[in-house]
Structures are given as structure tokens and as C-alpha cells.
DNA sequence: TGTACATCAGTGAACGCGCGTTCACTGATGTAC
DNA sequence: TGTACATCAGTGAACGCGCGTTCACTGATGTAC
């Protein structure tokens, strides 16, 4: 629709990619403004005018991350049909995500608590409620069939995302307290369990 | 040992809990040497005298908050011999102590990410280990018996305590966003399911 | 086609602010002899 | 008992630093007529 410039998106992707390389070099602590300016070469003025404020990049990288671990489970639910094959997959590919793109997984448990401005977390939702809905998509029949228990999706989110995500985060903070293979070989059919009717 | 002066112990504890409340009333973001200052009504001097850095002063507080929280599930467990009993009252106090402990659950939940000193770490982890030793302890048995899985002790907790960490977080994040009420009669027996063996 | 204007990505020096921290100090209490 | 000294909780002004943000600007490209 608005004419667009040649190469913004991609400036602002590029943006994004080096803003989670310096939050996964240089910490929690480390991710400023200030590095994300250094590390992209680009100047003060050129992020505000993309982002609008250091809320807005770290929103944008939020949305961003959150988008590609919600695809990752949903394409491990592509084409399965059986709930407890789906239920493991998810989980699976849950704990692949945080070894495989541990950058972004850090930078998600680690955000997850930081409130965004309003305006902010709007476009965060507008990434993630279409992903989510796709979820619940997927486990409805099952639910229906009796096979899964019927549960608020809250509940069976907790129950499902809970063991994994609480490993994910142990593992990040120090990858020697837990064992993601164990995790990925242990926790699925134990997850499958809790949701039984 | 050595000569305390009277109500040292008395000011650090008066110190922590109003941090503690600085905390809840001013978010993470509030949270600042400035504002303990100025909520306590002591010098920053004395500040220093107690806890050495800001960083002590946050070690010392999340080493407080994490210690209630393993009480509460300590004393949850006391006197109860049956495993699921056992397992079901513990994961039903740690969603009581978010609830009526909300202040420490939330510094507990939003410092679990933040790495502290190393020097600190180990003042934290002198509170904790023997806590969760204890915990471990009421286990044994019953994995011995064969009422409960036999899994590592880090697999155990992932199952254990990531539903309701994960529901935790996300009430204190957003009160609206889960039911705690239900989360009470709907997590603990199937936390249960997932231990069996 | 040529000219004038609008749009927008990107620049970079400068800003004020609030942060954690320092340090020379006071005064009350405990200890030695 | 009295005197001298040591210890330690607590004070508060001052510090430097790095943060996010601002703004007047440049220059390339798109649009109108």
C-alpha cells in the first residue's frame, strides 16, 4: 500500500537479528541501545525512526522470536493426526527450539516477564493469537474425541508447556543443571500422561 | 561469635522487607538502590554497610523469598506419608504461596533469570540446597516403593514444579490470564499422573 | 520530458537524568587493664 | 572504678558513568503536472 523504500525490511531485520546476537553475547545486562547502535553500525536516529523507542526494538525482537518458536511447534504438528504423537512432537520440538535457537529462547524467558508498553504488546499479540488459535485448532478434535481431556486451554497449556519451558529456562541459566536429551526422552509420554481424561 | 550490635539483625530483615515491597509497588524497573533508600529512610552508606552492593542486597532478598517458598512446600509435606498426598499438597502450597505470598513469589520469579555475583550466589545457595535436600529426602522412599517413577531428581522437579511455576508466572504477569482456583483442583492429581511409574 | 516538491531512510553530536557507588565522618556501645 | 581505645551501625554530600532520547540535518528516490 505506502510506498515502500527499497531495503527496509530487510534493515529492519537485520536490525533485529544483531540486537539478539548482542542480548546473547552480552546479557540482559549488556542489551542497550547503546551496543545494539555499535554492533549494527547504524545510527541512533536510524533505530528510533524504525522502532520508535528501545521498547519498540525489543518488542519488535520479542514478537519476533515468539513467532518463530510458536511455527516450530506447529510445524511439528504438520500432517499428525494421532494426539499423543502430536503431544510429543510439540514438546519435542519445544526442547530442539531452545537448544537449536537458544538465542531466541533466551531472549523470550527472558523478556516474558519484562512488560511491554501497551502499544507494543498489541503487535506482539498480533503475531502470536493466530499461532496460538492454530494450536488449540489442532487439539480440538482430539479433546472432542475423548482422547485428551477437556481442560481449559489455559490449563492444558500449563500442562503441556510447564515441564518444558521450566527445563528450557534451567538449561539457559546453566546447561549443566539439566540434560535436554534426558528431557526430550523423559518428559513427552509423561506429559501425554497428564492430559489423559 | 563476634559482638553484634543490638537490632543489626532486626535492621537488615526491616531493610529486605521493605525492598521487598519497593518491589511490588514500583515493578522490576523501580526497583533501585534510590528507591530502598528513600522507602527504608536509611542512608545509602548503611545500605552498604549491611549487603556490600546493590547485587548483595538483591542476592539477600531472593535467598529470603526462595527459603519461604521451600518452607511452605516443606511444610506442606509434614507428617504426610502418602506419596500422592505428599505430591499433591505440595504443588497446591506452591500455588497458595503465589497467591498470599505474592510479593516474594513475583521477586522470586523475575530474579531467577537475573545471574547474581558469584560471591552472592553462594550465600543463596546455602539457604536453598538444604531445603531441597530435605525434599528430595521425603521422595526417596517412594521411589524406593514404587509408587513413584524412578527418575533424576532434575526430572522430577521439571514435572513437578513446571505447571505450576508456569501458572505462577503467568498470574503474576496477569491475574485475568489464569484461574488459581482452578488451577488448584485441576494441576495437582494430574502433576500425580505424570510422576507415576 | 523537465522541473518542483514530498517522502523517508539514515546521520551523529548533544542532552539531561538517574543510576550505583564512594568516603570521610559521627556517635553509641563493647573491651582491656 | 575509671580511662583509653576499638568496633561498628549509620550518615549524606558528591562522584562519574552510561543510559535512552532528541533534533536539525543530508541525500536519494518517488510523485505531480
Redesign the interface.
Known amino acids: 500500500m505506502s510506498p515502500k523504500h527499497q531495503g527496509t525490511d530487510e534493515t529492519v531485520a537485520r536490525i533485529l537479528t544483531e540486537a539478539l546476537r548482542v542480548h546473547a553475547e552480552r546479557?540482559?545486562e549488556g542489551f542497550t541501545m547503546k551496543a545494539v547502535i555499535a554492533a549494527t553500525g547504524m545510527s541512533s536516529g536510524s533505530l528510533y525512526h524504525h522502532f520508535g523507542s528501545f521498547d519498540g526494538l525489543a518488542a519488535a525482537l520479542y514478537a519476533r522470536c515468539m513467532a518463530d518458536l510458536l511455527d516450530t511447534l506447529l510445524d511439528a504438528l504438520d500432517g499428525i493426526t494421532d494426539a499423543q504423537e502430536g503431544v510429543e512432537a510439540a514438546t519435542r520440538a519445544y526442547l530442539s527450539f531452545t537448544r537449536e535457537r537458544s538465542d531466541a529462547a533466551r531472549f523470550i524467558?527472558?523478556s516474558?516477564?519484562?512488560?511491554f508498553l501497551p502499544e507494543h504488546a498489541a503487535v506482539i499479540a498480533e503475531l502470536k493469537t493466530p499461532r496460538i488459535a492454530k494450536l488449540v485448532a489442532w487439539m480440538v478434535p482430539h479433546v472432542a474425541g475423548g482422547r485428551v481431556?477437556r481442560?481449559?486451554p489455559?490449563?492444558m497449556?500449563?500442562?503441556l508447556?510447564?515441564?518444558?519451558?521450566?527445563?528450557a529456562?534451567?538449561w539457559l541459566?546453566d546447561p549443566s543443571?539439566?540434560?535436554l536429551d534426558?528431557?526430550t526422552a523423559?518428559?513427552p509420554p509423561?506429559?501425554w500422561?497428564?492430559?489423559?481424561p
Open positions: 546479557g540482559h524467558h527472558t516474558a516477564y519484562a512488560a481431556a481442560l481449559s489455559v490449563m497449556e500449563m500442562l508447556i510447564g515441564p518444558v519451558a521450566e527445563t529456562r534451567r541459566s543443571a539439566v540434560d534426558e528431557a523423559v518428559l509423561r506429559i500422561a497428564s492430559l489423559q
